[in-house]
Every structure is written in structure tokens, then in C-alpha cells.
């Protein structure tokens, strides 16, 4: 089974650009500690069974899920929900 793992940061480059995706997604583990990881990474962690994300953004919880380009690029969003703005975009910067 999964873990279930809480996306809290976020990492863009340029970060104000809507046609570049998310180069990175963080967090805190229950220890303290700071995790980071590549979008692949997580893209390929969810594939295998090992993570499932979600982010927690006002009173919203939301999953986080694989989506795919029309150019074909894998990539990360939120399931689609009422909340604006996009549950993952708005997240902060990761250090």
C-alpha cells in the first residue's frame, strides 16, 4: 500500500510562467525533516505503488495525481475540485 505523503512546497522555474511545469515537490516527514524530490521521481513513485500525494491548502484536501500533456509530458496536478487557485501551483517555494 502507498504511503501517503503531504506535498507542502514546490519548486518552478521561471516560477511566474504557466507553460513550465514543476521541476520539484517538497515537504516536512513526521520527524522534522525536509524532503524534496524531482517531479519524475515522484511521478515515478506514484507508478510504482510506493506514494500518494496529496496537498492540504486552506480547509481543502486534495490528491495529487499523474496527467498527461498533449504534447505527452507526464506531470503532476491536483484532481480537478471547486478551489481556485490550483491546489499545487499555489503552494510555496521549496528551499
Not at 518552478?12 to 524534496?36: E, L, Q
Not at 491548502?57 to 499523474?66: K, P, Q, S
Request: net charge neutral; hydrophobic share 35%.
Amino acid at each position: 500500500m502507498a504511503d501517503s505523503v503531504r506535498i507542502s512546497c514546490i519548486n518552478k522555474v521561471p516560477r511566474s510562467d504557466p507553460h513550465h511545469h514543476i521541476t520539484h515537490v517538497g515537504g516536512v516527514n513526521s520527524d522534522g525533516t525536509a524532503w524534496k524530490l524531482t517531479e519524475q521521481a515522484a511521478i515515478d513513485g506514484i507508478r510504482a505503488g510506493k506514494w500518494a500525494f496529496y496537498v492540504h491548502v486552506g480547509n481543502h484536501t486534495v490528491n495529487v495525481i499523474i496527467a498527461r500533456s498533449q504534447a505527452g509530458h507526464d506531470y503532476l496536478k491536483t484532481v480537478a475540485d471547486s478551489y481556485r487557485p490550483d491546489n499545487l501551483l499555489s503552494l510555496p517555494e521549496c528551499p
